[in-house]
């Protein structure tokens, strides 16, 4: 059934617009929004193609300076570059794993530049440790904190059982320490397996290589302690073995 009111203006657009065309009001208002969205869509590709040169030139730029991206992808790009840049006879940094301090990374290592390329750890500190660092007696900044470091590590980096200390760099961001490299990775995995969840165990130590893992670590602990210091994070992960 229909509305005679309804009926009766259709009865008027027939009239003055037959079957078959269009109102003109119509067609103009189509027509102004039809150049209404091409004109966004001008003023959108316009933007993106300014912020796609600006990160064009914003990488170029940092990759001249040799900076490292403080993203969270593997691939940093200009960390070998910036260590270059500061002097470091270094080369093949490859990213191997993250951390609440640093990012970890492997590389090889020529000593003032001369002797054979040795496997060493490049430990790049995160950007927002770079203000202050925690420490017993309160927030100091972190270059002040890396000094204490590299003069506590020149006097206890000769002990077979610690890890040796290379070198802190600290002029530019990231604040880096180089590090030996321990091949054999650390004592949780060694025991642990974690390609499931919960770690599962891969292996039983036997009781020789037990007893070895024990003294080696007394013995480091004994030597920190004579120097007047302590670990205060000794753990498994913490815990490295120089061959697999």
């Known amino acids: 059934m229909t509305s005679p009111q309804v009926g009766h203006i259709n ?13 003109p009001r119509r067609s103009c208002l189509e027509s102004d929004l039809s150049a ?14 300014k912020r796609k040169e600006e990160r064009k030139q914003h990488k170029l730029a940092a990759q001249e300076k040799g900076l490292i991206r403080t993203s969270s992808n593997t691939s940093d790009e200009f960390l070998e570059q910036s260590l270059i840049n500061r002097g470091f006879c270094i080369s093949g940094v490859t990213f191997l794993r993250e951390g609440n301090f640093a990012r970890v990374y492997k590389a090889l290592w020529r000593r003032n530049g001369l002797e054979d390329a040795i496997p060493a750890v490049v430990k790049a500190v995160k950007t927002r440790h770079c203000c202050s660092f925690p ?33 802190v760099e600290f002029s530019v961001q990231p604040f880096v320490l180089l590090m030996e490299y321990c091949a054999g990775g650390d004592l949780h995995h060694i025991l642990y397996n974690h390609s499931g969840a919960p770690p599962t165990p891969t292996r039983a130590l036997s009781w020789v290589q037990r007893k070895q893992f024990a003294l080696d670590i007394a013995s480091g602990m004994s030597y920190l302690h004579a120097c ?16 697999p």
């Open 228 to 243: 007047g210091a302590m670990h205060r994070d000794l753990k498994p992960q913490n815990v490295l073995a120089v061959a």
């Open 11 to 23: 009865s008027i657009c027939s009239q003055f617009y037959p079957q078959g065309e269009i109102s």
């Open 36 to 49: 209404d969205d091409d004109i966004r869509m001008a003023l959108r590709m316009d933007t993106w193609r």
């Open 135 to 167: 420490t017993a007696s309160g927030n100091v900044s972190l270059p002040t904190w890396l000094q204490r470091e590299a003069s506590f590590f020149k006097i206890v980096d000769k002990h077979p059982h610690l890890v040796q200390f290379f070198g």
